[in-house]
C-alpha cells in the first residue's frame, strides 16, 4: 500500500509550472518579442526616413523632389535629388554590368574546373577579398589607383580626343581623376566577390545527375556546363547579381572618396558626379538649414525605396527558380 | 550539326578564356590586399598605440601622435553592437527556425533579408533620428545601435540556416523525454549549433568593424580621449573606419602615413575574425 503510494508519488512528480509550460510561454514570447523587434526595425526605418524627409518632401512635391535638378544649400536653398539618382543608377548598373560576366565565369571555373585544392583556395580568397571594408579600398583609391589611371589613361585619352575628336571632349569631361568613371571601377573591384560567391554556391547546389545525364549524352565539358549547369542556377545566378547590384547602390565611402563630388547635371565620364549615398555623407556633418537635413533624410528615403525594389526583386528571382536556402552575407 | 572536333575546340577556348578571367581579375584584387599590408607596415609605430591624435599642427611640428584613442573607441562601439546585435539576432533566428508555423515568420524573414540588403548609411541615419536626437549629441552608444542594426539581420539568417541543420529528431528526442520547448532549445539544440551560431557573430563583426558609413554621423569621431570614462557612451568616440576616412581625405602628408597605418589595423582586425570563423571554428567540427 505505503509503496504503491511512493511510486504514484514519484509518477505524479510534475515539474513546476515555471519550468513547464509557463516556462514555454515565457520563452516563446520572449523570442517573439525580439523577432518583431526585427521587424519594427525595418519598418521604423522607413518612417522615420519619411518623417524625417517630410519637410523637404512636402516642400517640393514627391515627385517635384525626385525630379528636381538643382541642389543648392547655399543660396537658394532649392533641392532635388534627381542628379544624385542619376549617379547612383548610372555607376551600379554600369558595375554591374562589367562585373557580371567575369564573376560568373571565376565562379564557373572554381566550381566546376578547378581541382578541389584551388577551388577551396579560391573561394577563400573571393570571401577573404569581399570582406575588405570600403574605406580600405576607398584609401588605396585615392593614393594609388587614382593618380595611376589618371596618368596612363584618362589623360592620354583626354589629349588625344582634344586633337583628334573634338565633339568627344565635353562627354568625355575633366580628367581630374576623381570622377564617374573612377568610382565605377572601383565599384566593380568591390561587388566581383560578391557575385562570385553567390553565383558559386547556386554552381555548388547543382545535382550532380544533372551533370552525369548530359555527359552520358556525349557533351564536352563546356556543354555539360553551359546546357546542364548554368541553366540550373540561373535563379540563383540572377538573385545573386541583383543582391551585388543593391551591394553598388548602397556602396557609401570608397564612392564618396573618389567620385569627386560634385552636385549638378550633366554628369560626364571622366568628370566629377555624386550618388544618393556619398551626398548624405558628405553633406550631412555640415547641414546647418533644417530644410538641408530634411532634403538629405529624403536622399535617404528614395535610396530606401530603389534599395528596397531591388532586394523585393532579388527575393522574387530566388523564390521563382526555387533553389532552397540563402547566404547571410 | 557541328562535327566533334570544332565542339572540341570550342570546349578548349571557353576552358582557356575562362582560366585567364580568372588569373586577370584575382590577382589583382589579391594585390589589392598585399599592396594596403605593405604600405600599412611602413607606417606602424609605437606611437601609433600610445599617443592620441591632436590638433593637425601636433602633426605638423613633428610631434609623436597616435590612434590610442581610436583602438579603444573602436572596442568600446564594436562591443556595444555585439551585446546589442546577439540577443535581436539570435531571438529572430530562433524564431524563424523553431516556430516555424508563427504567422509572422514569412514578414520576419523578407523584413530581415530587406534590412540586411539595405545601405548602412540608412541605418546610420536611423540610428541618428533613434538615439543621437533624443540624446542630443553624437555618442559612442549611437554608434553601437548603428552597427548593431548591420550586425543583427546577418545574425539571424547564419542563426535561423545554422538550427535548421540540426535534424528534427533531435528535437523529438528532447520533447519525448519530458523537456519543455524551451529546454530543448536552449540545452540542445544551441549548444549543437554552437559553431554555426559563432561563425555568424564572427561574419557578422567582421562586416560591422569594417563599416564607416554609420559611425560618420552617429559616434563622429573625436581628437582626443574623453575626459571622464562616461564620454565613451554619451560623447563623441573615434572608430577605425571612420578615423581612416578622415585622415585619407585630410590635407596633411603625415596624417595620410597615419591613414594607412589605420588601414592595415582595420584589416587585421577583418582578416582575424574571418580566419578565425572559416578556419579554426571549422575544424573544431
Known amino acids: 500500500m505505503t509503496g504503491n503510494n511512493l511510486t504514484n508519488k514519484k509518477i505524479s512528480l510534475s515539474p513546476s509550472a515555471l519550468y513547464g509550460w509557463l516556462g514555454d510561454r515565457i520563452f516563446a514570447y520572449g523570442i517573439f518579442i525580439l523577432g518583431f523587434i526585427v521587424i519594427f526595425t525595418t519598418i521604423a526605418m522607413a518612417v522615420s526616413l519619411y518623417f524625417s524627409g517630410t519637410e523637404a518632401i512636402s516642400k517640393f512635391g514627391f515627385f517635384g523632389f525626385m525630379t528636381g535638378r538643382v541642389w543648392d544649400a547655399a543660396i537658394s536653398m532649392e533641392f532635388g535629388t534627381w542628379p544624385f539618382i542619376v549617379g547612383t543608377l548610372v555607376t551600379s548598373l554600369a558595375a554591374l554590368a562589367l562585373s557580371f560576366l567575369p564573376a560568373v565565369a571565376i565562379a564557373i571555373f572554381t566550381a566546376e574546373y578547378a581541382p578541389k585544392w584551388l577551388g577551396y583556395i579560391i573561394e577563400n580568397l573571393v570571401n577573404l577579398i569581399a570582406a575588405v571594408p570600403s574605406v580600405v579600398i576607398g584609401i588605396w583609391g585615392i593614393f594609388i589607383f587614382t593618380p595611376w589611371v589618371r596618368d596612363s589613361v584618362y589623360m592620354p585619352v583626354y589629349l588625344w580626343s582634344l586633337e583628334n575628336a573634338p565633339t568627344l571632349t565635353p562627354i568625355l569631361g575633366n580628367p581630374a581623376g576623381y570622377g564617374m568613371l573612377t568610382a565605377t571601377i572601383i565599384l566593380t573591384i568591390m561587388i566581383i566577390p560578391f557575385t562570385t560567391a553567390l553565383a558559386c554556391d547556386s554552381f555548388r547546389m547543382v545535382p550532380k545527375e544533372q551533370r552525369e545525364a548530359a555527359s552520358a549524352l556525349g557533351a564536352t565539358k563546356w556543354e555539360v556546363i553551359r546546357m546542364a549547369v548554368i541553366p540550373y542556377s540561373r535563379g540563383g545566378i540572377l538573385a545573386g547579381a541583383m543582391l551585388s547590384l543593391g551591394r553598388a547602390i548602397g556602396e557609401t565611402m570608397a564612392v564618396a572618396m573618389l567620385i569627386g563630388n560634385k552636385n549638378t547635371l550633366p554628369f560626364t565620364i571622366f568628370g566629377p558626379g555624386s550618388t544618393m549615398a556619398s551626398v548624405i555623407v558628405n553633406e550631412f556633418r555640415e547641414a546647418v538649414e533644417n530644410i538641408h537635413l530634411a532634403s538629405l533624410m529624403a536622399v535617404g528615403f528614395y535610396l530606401f525605396l530603389i534599395s528596397l525594389v531591388v532586394n523585393l526583386v532579388a527575393a522574387w528571382i530566388q523564390r521563382k527558380y526555387a533553389i532552397t536556402g540563402g547566404r547571410a552575407v | ?285
Request: charged fraction near 15%; charge should be positive.
Open chain 2, 1 to 285: 550539326m557541328i562535327s566533334l572536333r570544332r565542339r572540341y575546340i570550342r570546349d578548349n577556348i571557353m576552358l582557356s578564356l575562362i582560366i585567364l578571367n580568372t588569373i586577370v581579375i584575382l590577382i589583382p584584387l589579391f594585390i589589392i590586399i598585399v599592396y594596403v599590408i605593405a604600405k600599412g607596415f611602413d607606417a606602424l609605430s609605437i606611437d601609433l598605440f600610445t599617443k592620441e591624435l591632436g590638433s593637425p599642427t601636433r602633426a605638423m611640428m613633428g610631434e609623436p601622435t597616435g590612434l590610442v584613442h581610436t583602438m579603444l573607441g573602436t572596442i568600446v562601439v564594436d562591443l556595444i553592437a555585439v551585446l546589442i546585435a546577439i540577443p535581436f539576432g539570435v531571438g529572430a533566428g530562433v524564431m524563424l527556425s523553431e516556430y516555424p508555423d508563427h504567422w509572422a515568420n514569412p514578414v520576419l524573414r523578407v523584413l530581415n533579408d530587406t534590412l540586411n540588403g539595405m545601405p548602412a548609411v540608412l541605418k546610420g541615419l536611423l540610428a541618428f533620428t533613434l538615439v543621437v536626437k533624443p540624446m542630443g549629441t553624437f555618442s559612442g552608444l549611437s554608434g553601437g545601435v548603428a552597427l548593431a542594426f548591420v550586425m543583427f539581420p546577418i545574425i539571424a539568417r547564419a542563426t535561423e540556416s545554422a538550427l535548421m541543420n540540426i535534424p528534427w529528431s533531435i528535437r523529438e528526442a528532447g520533447l519525448a523525454i519530458g523537456l519543455p520547448r524551451w529546454r530543448v532549445i536552449l540545452s540542445t539544440i544551441i549548444p549543437a549549433a554552437k559553431v554555426g551560431l559563432v561563425t555568424g557573430f564572427l561574419i557578422a563583426f567582421a562586416r560591422a568593424a569594417g563599416e564607416a558609413a554609420p559611425l560618420v554621423f552617429t559616434s563622429f569621431g573625436n581628437n582626443y580621449l574623453p575626459i571622464k570614462w562616461t564620454g565613451w557612451f554619451t560623447g563623441p568616440v573615434d572608430t577605425l573606419p571612420q578615423r581612416l576616412y578622415n585622415l585619407a581625405i585630410s590635407p596633411y602628408e603625415h596624417w595620410h602615413d597615419m591613414g594607412w597605418a589605420a588601414a592595415i589595423v582595420l584589416l587585421a582586425v577583418i582578416i582575424a575574425s574571418f580566419i578565425i570563423a572559416r578556419f579554426v571554428i571549422r575544424d573544431k567540427k
